[in-house]
């Protein structure tokens, strides 16, 4: 009994349909799954997209913002020196160095003249009022400046005493003239006194022996019952 036209080619169509699907190669399946081919999320190391704002980035990292410099601790800075104060700084030097030149002379002068020389001492007292405030002392000594100092902030009237002077002297005669500067001080309706400037000059000659100490004691102070710019004076006393 022959097959029937109809069912050969029904089977003839299904072999060749198992050949075709043994021969593809396992693994040739179309792409991954959806779920591993989605982008990176966003903040990731990749560039911002267009219209990301640059901050958004950062703020993904907190740890990657740097402290601001206002937590910086800040190096100390060492303010300069004020003209004023370097002015003063060299006045002092140079009153220093006028008295160790003055000591220096004294010296040579009693070693040319020869034989013993006599120990002076020169001591500068103030005794004026408040009103008055120390802004320059200038002694000399023989036409020889021996001593100088100025400043004008009138810390020298803290001092009652100055050491003007000490060492050896040539026996004879000397002369010492001395210069003193004030600055008025004053409160209220006297204020106008811290304008004015008042000055006080005078001169002794004095004797000094061989082999003997001599002490010349200068005494600033205020004369009364006179007009104030004549109050100002100086007043020796010599000691042996």
Do not use: C, W
């Amino acid at each position: 009994m022959m097959p029937r036209p109809g069912i050969v080619v029904a089977v003839v169509g299904l072999l060749a349909t198992g050949s075709a699907a043994a021969q593809q190669t396992p693994g040739a399946d179309a792409g991954p799954p959806a779920h591993e081919t989605s982008p990176p999320a966003a903040g990731g190391g990749g560039s911002p997209a267009a219209g990301e704002q640059p901050g958004a980035t950062r703020a993904a990292h907190p740890e990657m913002v740097q402290p601001p410099s206002a937590t910086r601790p800040s190096a100390p800075v060492a303010s300069p020196l004020s003209l004023r104060e370097l002015s003063r700084r060299l006045d002092r030097v140079q009153s220093r160095a006028e008295q160790l030149r003055a000591r220096v002379n004294l010296l040579k002068d009693a070693a040319l003249r020869g034989g013993a020389s006599a120990n002076l001492t020169i001591l500068h007292t103030s005794g004026m009022s408040d009103q008055f405030r120390l802004v320059e002392v200038t002694y000399t000594l023989d036409g020889v400046r021996v001593f100088r100092q100025r400043d004008d902030s009138g810390d020298l009237s803290a001092k009652p005493t100055l050491d003007i002077l000490a060492g050896p002297i040539s026996p004879g005669r000397h002369t010492l003239d001395v210069t003193v500067v004030y600055r008025g001080h004053g409160y209220g309706p006297f204020k106008y006194l811290n304008k004015r400037t008042f000055t006080a000059r005078g001169s002794r000659t004095f004797t000094a022996t061989a082999g003997k100490p001599i002490r010349v004691e200068v005494l600033a102070y205020e004369r009364r019952d006179v007009p104030l710019d004549q109050r100002p004076a100086v007043r020796f006393k010599v000691k042996r």
